[in-house]
DNA sequence: TTCATATTTCGATAATTATAAAACTTTTGT
DNA sequence: ACAAAAGTTTTATAATTATCGAAATATGAA
């Protein structure tokens, strides 16, 4: 993954409205949702929302298609799973462990406590 | 993990400059280096490297501590894992699989509490 | 104390980003 | 053809961020 690409990534998550909005689209799954039903949920002005889609097209981090009269946005999970994966590997000093999901062994364990617990 | 925490992250490693500084102090592992060294690996003038570096602790994502007259920095390894298991739980749909890294094995689906259902 | 080194803070400027009203485009229903 | 519905683009404005020279601060050495 291209370092510019990360960054287009990281960036584009990196801003409240995008991030609710991502996280729509993640929960609604494959199937995707209408960019209208988005912005009825978040309580959007179209424009704010159109911007926002379009930083996150542009990240390739979501995709659209047209359906009739409303476009259907999804989350592209692959393009998640490269950034994820370019965090892992580039950011974690290749302790894997250290930076390895819950759930994934990755031979040497990682107790997933819920951090933060020292005062 | 605050969504805000989460943002902050994103935000500070959705730079050019500052993923480098990070990428290199990840590098550099739990000595970490000198502020000076970084700035003269990176060739960046100093109050932008100070910048820079300002963000990134700001977000969590590094430490300092004096040393003489250099101030050392070093990666927050924890406070990356973190985010990146935000990223893995919230963005990728719960699909562990879809998301983990490669030669990570996904087997063991972890309790995933936490969830936020909503919104 | 005075000097040199290592870094941060201040200040000014340029560049980018977020927001949303108004206008435009596309599609469908009548 | 006309109007309504769903979205996007344009445009303007406000807010935030990045960059660095100059000045300030802290530390160790002479």
Redesign the pocket.
């Known amino acids: 993954m291209k370092k510019s690409a990360v960054i287009a990534g990281l960036?584009a998550l990196a801003?409240?409205?995008?991030l609710d909005i991502f996280r729509l689209l993640v929960e609604a799954g494959p199937e995707g949702i209408?960019?209208?039903?988005i912005?009825r949920r978040l309580g959007?002005?179209?424009?704010?929302?159109?911007?926002?889609?379009?930083?996150l097209r542009f990240a390739g981090l979501v995709a659209?298609r047209?359906q009739?009269?409303?476009?259907?946005y999804r989350a592209n999970f692959a393009a998640m799973a490269e950034l994820v994966d370019y965090l892992t590997h580039n950011c974690c000093g290749g302790r894997a462990g250290l930076c390895a999901p819950a759930g994934c062994a990755p031979a040497a364990e990682a107790p997933r406590r819920r951090a933060t617990k020292s005062r």
Chains 1, 2 share one sequence.
């Open positions: 960036a801003q409240d409205t995008r209408a960019a209208g039903e912005g959007l002005p179209s424009p704010t929302l159109s911007f926002h889609l379009s930083q659209s047209r009739s009269r409303s476009i259907i």
